[in-house]
């Protein structure tokens, strides 16, 4: 008898989402199907077949859809929007004829809500943050088990405990992780920017390596400036990369890393096991600053809201160098990945065996 799919809901913000799920895709034991809107992301490598979604997003999103009254239980659920009622006829369409164990949704509750309604059970994935708002805590009432992907020394503290016995914490999940790779600090400081945030500022990243001069600046991730005279003037130590598919080597080499707070980031630092300064982004349900803070009061990271003024960083440099990155590293737990994955396999398989009895 073949085993049922599993499918994989993967969300459109950034990449760190479809490069976790892709992780733990090549260990899950069954077929999976990545599920989504994808965008710019190449998906021809993926470690099983790919749903591509319509896009669901309204001109100008900033993720609130406008309305003046929705259901409690829903974030986003704009009305007389043609892409969503195909998005949603699509997966409708997958579930149907694919039958699925388990949905994996990573993240939304609209998605999570729908594949229940589906009579699909769920693994609803929880980002760290303050998500004790109506729409959440009904998406994790309705699923199977709620995922984290952090491990519980980074909970937040308002989390009610039934959604914490109800959490799997699959820890950080990152590439890193899994490479094993150990190269010797070179002493540069790594700036690191995510595909889903605004990326830095030119003329503050060149400021900060002026006021360091004896360190190597590497920034990898979207830069932007809006002063074209900057480009000439660009300190020698400054080196901006651009977005880059494998951040590892620099980390390996990093003596420092800096960056925000979105998981893909702080995973792959501590996956690296890196001294770690979080200037953490604004984010809905205080997702980065709650993780940050989190990593700040146990000495794993210095943590700023803010870029800091030019003149701060020899100061916050020689306080992040300071730091010991085995607090951070001991956050991991070895080949996260595959340890993701047989929770889920293991998930899916008592779903299964259920049915079957």
């Known amino acids: ?150 491990p519980p020394a980074l909970e937040a503290a308002g989390t009610p405990d039934w959604v914490r016995s109800k959490t799997l914490y699959a820890g950080f999940v990152s590439a890193g992780s899994a490479t094993g790779r150990s190269e010797p600090e070179d002493g540069s400081i790594v700036v690191i920017y995510g595909r889903g945030g605004e990326g830095g500022g030119l003329g503050d990243l060149a400021a900060a390596a002026r006021m360091v001069p004896d360190r190597t600046w590497h920034v990898l991730g979207p830069v932007r400036e809006t002063d074209a005279t900057v480009l000439t003037r660009l300190p020698a130590n400054l080196h901006c990369h651009g977005w880059v598919a494998d951040p590892a080597p620099f980390l390996a080499r990093a003596a420092l890393v800096i960056g925000g707070g979105g998981d893909g980031v702080v995973a792959g630092v501590a996956a690296s096991a890196k001294r770690f300064v979080c200037l953490s982004e604004a984010r809905a349900f205080d997702e980065q600053v709650t993780k940050a803070d989190a990593l700040h009061a146990m000495g794993a990271a210095i943590h700023r809201r803010d870029w800091p003024a030019a003149a701060e960083w020899p100061g916050l440099v020689r306080a992040g160098l300071a730091l010991d990155p085995a607090v951070i590293g001991a956050l991991v737990q070895p080949d996260s990945a595959r340890r993701a994955a047989g929770l889920i396999a293991a998930e899916a398989n008592r779903i299964e065996g259920l049915r079957r009895s």
């Open 1 to 150: 008898m073949s085993r049922r799919p599993i499918g994989y809901y993967v969300h459109h913000q950034g990449a760190g989402h479809w490069q976790r799920a892709c992780l733990i895709a090549a260990h899950l034991d069954r077929p999976v199907t990545l599920i989504g809107t994808f965008g710019e992301i190449e998906t021809g490598g993926a470690p099983g077949a790919v749903l591509d979604l319509p896009d669901d997003r309204l001109t100008g999103f900033d993720g609130r859809d406008g309305e003046a009254e929705r259901p409690q239980a829903l974030h986003y659920a704009p009305l007389g929007a043609d892409a969503i009622r195909a998005r949603m006829a699509r997966l409708a369409a997958w579930i149907g004829a694919s039958d699925p164990v388990l949905m994996i949704v990573d993240v939304s509750v609209e998605i999570a809500l729908f594949a229940r309604l589906m009579s699909v059970p769920t693994l609803t994935v929880r980002l760290a943050g303050n998500r004790t708002d109506t729409p959440h805590l009904e998406a994790f009432r309705g699923a199977k088990k709620v995922l984290a992907f952090f």
